[in-house]
Nanobody
C-alpha cells in the first residue's frame, strides 16, 4: 500500500483546509483508514478514522471541527478541517489500518496502522 498526502499549508486562525490522501494497493481486508498528526516535541496523535462501512471516529481535540471522508472510486481519503487553531499546527499523516484490525478506528493507535504517507505540514497562525 502506498499513500500520498496533499493539501497542507499555512492558514489563519479560524480558517479551513482540506487534506487529501491518495492510496494505491488498498485491500478490502483493511477495516480502517485514518489521519494522524504530530506536532514538534509531541507524540503522534490519531485524530480521525473511517471504517470500511463508513462509520467515523474522532479525537476529542477535533470533534465537531474536522470531518473525515473517503471516495472509494478515487482511492482517496480526505480530512476537512475548519475553525483551525494554533494547536492544530502539526505534520499530518494518513495511514492504512492493519488488515483485520477491527479496533483500529476506535482507538487510533499507531500500532494498528502499518502503512503511512510521508506527511503534509499544516501551520495555523
Amino acid at each position: 500500500v502506498q499513500l500520498v498526502e496533499s493539501g497542507g499549508g499555512s492558514v489563519e486562525i479560524g480558517g479551513s483546509l482540506r487534506l487529501s490522501c491518495t492510496y494505491f494497493g488498498y485491500s478490502s481486508s483493511r477495516h480502517c483508514m485514518g489521519w494522524f498528526r504530530q506536532a514538534p516535541g509531541k507524540a503522534r496523535e490519531g485524530i480521525a478514522g473511517i471504517r470500511r462501512d463508513g462509520d467515523e471516529y474522532y479525537a476529542d481535540s477535533v470533534e465537531g471541527r474536522f470531518t473525515i471522508s473517503k471516495d472509494n472510486d478515487k482511492n482517496s481519503l480526505y480530512l476537512e478541517m475548519t475553525s483551525l487553531k494554533p494547536d492544530d499546527t502539526a505534520m499530518y499523516f494518513c495511514a492504512a489500518g492493519t488488515p483485520g484490525a477491527l479496533i483500529a478506528c476506535t482507538r487510533r493507535q499507531e500500532i494498528d496502522f502499518d502503512y503511512w504517507g510521508q506527511g503534509t505540514q499544516v501551520t495555523v497562525s
